[in-house]
């Protein structure tokens, strides 16, 4: 999966995108460093996890409202939702290993 296949939240589509099954959102920006180390992680424990979780990610520039509804004060910040309830949430630069443990504990 390329970072271009990601879904891509936004104002619009969040709530619904969110709403239903277990999803984990990368709530990033373009300008820091750590989220753009953080996007092949992505891919790669998204590929491992296939149809058992989504990744997704949210520009917080372009969606900060949601970014603030959330309190996401740092950047990278990955909140899980199970049917649209955060159930957990990461902060900074993790491995591949890390996520997917992570994703699979809230299953």
């Known amino acids: 999966m390329s970072e271009e296949q990601m879904l891509i939240l936004d104002d619009e589509n969040f709530y619904n995108k969110t709403g239903s099954g277990l999803i984990l959102v990368d709530f ?28 997704a990610k949210l520009d917080i ?10 309190q996401v004060t740092s950047v990278p910040t ?3 939702f199970k049917d649209g309830k ?14 997917v443990n992570f994703v699979l504990a809230a299953q």
Request: net charge negative.
């Open 28 to 55: 990033y920006a373009d300008w820091c460093g750590p989220c753009k180390m953080l996007a092949p992680v992505l891919e790669a424990a998204a590929a491992r996890l296939g149809s058992k979780a989504t990744i």
């Open 78 to 80: 990955m909140i899980l």
């Open 86 to 99: 955060e159930v957990n949430r990461l902060v900074g630069l993790r491995d591949e290993e890390a996520i």
């Open 61 to 70: 520039d372009a969606s900060h409202k949601i970014a603030g509804s959330f």
